[in-house]
């Protein structure tokens, strides 16, 4: 199965509302298991898309890659900077 690049313009979303919701301190340790667990909840994000629909794929190929992971928890750590 070949997997579409997440854009970078969804991780910096992502990331916004991981902030404006208060969760940036729940979300980097959680990145970092994701990075090592990432594929197998990709997979079973993959197996529960037929009951939510197309909303879960761009979560699941986030989970099988890590480096929009990465990019997500650096976009995370620049915004505790600022």
Known sequence: MEYEHVPSERVVRWATAIRDHGLVDVALPFLNVLQVWGFVGGQILW????????????FAEAL???????????????????
Do not use: W, Y
């Open 47 to 58: 197996m529960l898309a037929p009951f939510f629909g197309e909303s879960l794929a761009p």
């Open 64 to 82: 099988e890659q890590p480096e929009t992971l990465r990019q997500l928890e650096d976009h995370l750590r620049a915004g505790e900077v600022q």
